[in-house]
């Protein structure tokens, strides 16, 4: 009889055997076939058909056969044949890449028009989360008679991702009465917002307006608003999308212009123009901002228009308003934990009550203080509570990664990711995750930790929650570096490693799209004037790559931009990420102390927005977990203060007689 462990032992040796098959990394032609499917993929994205068949005809025994069969006929998509299309579903039944080439089918069957078969290939598409597709569902469903202009104002709210079948979708929804003149001005004045110039255009060809002028009003504002404000509701929305885009250089200039035109325009034209230039005014925050928003009221508001409004009034200390404005916020847009939070916070402040919340207010933070994010946090701690480790349960066996080593899925990610595809890697080894249950969800992380892959580890270890283990959802790798790293500068290696897994989630050989590159993100230019102010000799680009000079080069900057935030982690954190010349500006903004809560969730970049709340966020859960006791996140974030504000400053400003 065999015995368990050596049964395990077996079976580890079969799956991984069986993942030995993906990888072959010192194997001469396994190389030139992964050279060859790179190729492959690269004409296809270059919508090069022949290229994709010459490169598909070299890897007729390729390791992942499904993806060179997808790409050829990807390539030839919409010629493909509905028989050619069904078989390769057949053959490929259950694996991520036919849900891929299903979306792309939905999309070409929506482009012909083919709704008897779109609507017979959606109910299968089980991502559904191409926003394009959404759209072709709901131009099918109007032409069968359906009410759907509600579902499509919800849909449609960011037209720099619309494409033809969005636009068609306005159209469709104009032509059959779902959609009113008043529907396509909000999309017109939504499209300037965007700098979907063309969108504009073709909501004004709707509109029977001149589309010229439609792009003029985007592209070139400063001309459009010197012509004037011409004669009739359209010219006179053509007019307010040209005062917002104007208003991005110069408010100035666009109030000016605005007033210049006022009296040709009607209460609620004029509204819409003030809307137009508050939202510009506060990604500046410049001063006059809360007089803009004030003029404005009693607009119809875009998204972000709602959302500026009371980021606007919280950053002035109007909680009555912040509470009316998140009350008429679209109710999918109110129940955003950011808002519901604010809400709670809103009604704390109206009923006077700077300790325990009761009532409403207490409801709110209860709806989303079991979640682990920044909100839910800090809805936490206003119920009364820290922030706390919870318990792991019973570590994961060996003999429980066994069928995750054996999965396909995750076999092919693990293939894609010795690759570098990591946009196929995870697409794979999110499919893989499909109907595990909470424990198989931890030995799916737990694998993942043993092929050097934390960011899947992270990533899946956050989807559990009731079964949870915080070691696989805050690693803490490298530390033999990073701790006399963080030690000699006396930087708080909680805060580092909050930062290193938003930046990069712990991919070594991460680079953005800028040029950032390894654990910290650090930039050659940024690496290089860190290494001269080091004495780091002979530095070069490539070093970036190297964990030890990475963390070494990062760290240093970290402390350096720490310093000259006076010491604000939440400062310091935003200058990290937007420059700190960028934080200068936002920072000169205040003329006293201000909650960093509300500091935060006011920065202008909503890229810079996110990453600062992320974390503060994870560097509260990783000082739980250093420091084995529970954390408070709101006295971690603090205030924030002018530069040079000193505490005798903050001493008198505090004692200001009303």
């Known amino acids: 009889m065999i015995s368990a462990s050596k049964w395990i032992a ?341 009923d006077g009550i700077s300790s325990q919340p009761t009532g409403e207010a207490l409801q709110l933070f209860r709806s989303i203080s079991d979640q682990s994010n920044y909100y839910g946090q800090l809805a936490l701690e206003e119920t009364g509570k820290l ?32 690759m570098r595809l990591r946009f196929e890697g995870t697409r794979e080894w999110n499919w893989g995750l499909r109907n595990l249950n909470e424990r198989e969800h931890l030995a799916a992380a737990e694998f993942a930790r043993q092929n050097h892959i934390l960011d899947r580890m992270v990533n899946t270890s956050e989807r559990t929650r009731i079964q949870v283990d915080y070691t696989q959802r805050f690693p803490s790798p490298h530390n033999d570096v990073m701790h006399p790293a963080t030690q000699t500068l006396g930087l708080d290696k909680a805060w580092v490693y909050g930062l290193i897994r938003q930046e990069s989630r712990f991919i070594m050989d991460a680079q953005s799209h800028a040029g950032a590159s390894g654990l910290m993100q650090v930039m050659p230019s940024t690496g290089r004037w860190v290494a001269k102010k080091i004495g780091l000799a002979d530095f070069a680009q490539d070093m970036l790559s190297d964990v030890r000079t990475n963390i070494l080069l990062g760290t240093n900057y970290l402390n350096m931009v720490l310093g000259n935030m006076d010491g604000s982690q939440v400062l310091a954190t935003a200058a990290y990420n937007a420059g700190p010349g960028r934080l200068r500006s936002w920072r000169a903004t205040l003329n006293k102390p201000m909650d960093s809560t509300v500091f935060i969730e006011s920065i202008p970049y909503f890229e810079t927005r996110t990453y600062v709340k992320n974390v503060m966020s994870n560097t509260t859960y990783y000082a739980a977990l250093f420091e084995g006791r529970p954390q408070s996140l709101k006295a971690r974030l603090g205030n924030v203060a002018p530069k040079g504000y000193t505490e005798q400053e903050e001493q008198e400003t505090s004692f200001v007689p009303r």
């Open 10 to 350: 077996g079976a580890l040796v079969v799956a991984f055997a069986n993942l030995a098959t993906f990888a072959h990394a010192d194997d001469a032609d396994s190389r030139t076939e992964d050279n060859s499917f790179l190729l492959l993929r690269d004409a296809v994205r270059q919508d090069d058909a022949s290229k994709a068949d010459f490169y598909a005809a070299r890897l007729p025994n390729y390791s992942i056969p499904s993806y060179v069969d997808y790409y050829r006929l990807k390539s030839h998509l919409k010629d493909a044949s509905q028989a050619e299309i069904r078989e390769f579903f057949k053959r490929y039944e259950g694996q991520a890449i036919v849900d891929r080439l299903r979306n792309d089918w939905l999309l070409e069957l929506g482009r012909k028009r083919d709704w008897a078969t779109f609507d017979e290939q959606l109910p299968l598409f089980v991502l559904n989360d191409d926003t394009q597709v959404k759209c072709y569902a709901l131009i099918s469903r109007a032409l069968k008679g359906q009410k759907v202009a509600d579902e499509a104002r919800a849909l449609l709210t960011a037209p720099n991702a619309y494409g033809e079948p969005c636009a068609t979708l306005i159209a469709t929804l104009y032509q059959a009465g779902q959609f009113n003149v008043e529907d396509l001005y909000a999309q017109l004045r939504l499209s300037g917002e965007y700098n979907a110039t063309g969108q504009a255009r073709r909501i004004v060809t709707l509109l029977d307006g001149a589309e010229k002028k439609a792009v003029q009003a985007v592209d070139l504002p400063a001309v459009a608003v010197a012509k004037g404000i011409g004669a009739g509701k359209l010219e006179h929305q053509i007019y307010i999308v040209a005062i917002g885009r104007l208003a991005k250089t110069s408010t100035k200039l666009a109030t000016l212009a605005l007033n210049k035109a006022a009296p040709k325009m009607t209460a609620q034209e004029l509204q819409q123009g003030w809307a137009a230039i508050a939202l510009q005014a506060s990604y500046s925050l410049a001063p006059d901002t809360t007089d803009y928003w004030k003029r404005a009221n009693g607009a119809q508001l875009s998204i972000d228009q709602a959302q500026w409004k009371t980021r606007i009034a919280l950053r002035n200390g109007d909680w009555r308003q912040v509470e009316n404005n998140i009350r008429a916020m679209p109710a999918a847009l109110r129940s955003e934990p950011t808002w519901v939070y604010w809400l709670g916070r809103a009604l704390m402040a109206r």
């Open 387 to 418: 922030i706390s480790i919870p318990t792991a349960g019973a570590p994961i066996t060996q003999a429980e990664i066994v069928p995750m080593a054996a999965n396909p899925n995750f076999q092919r990610a693990l293939k894609f990711f010795s």
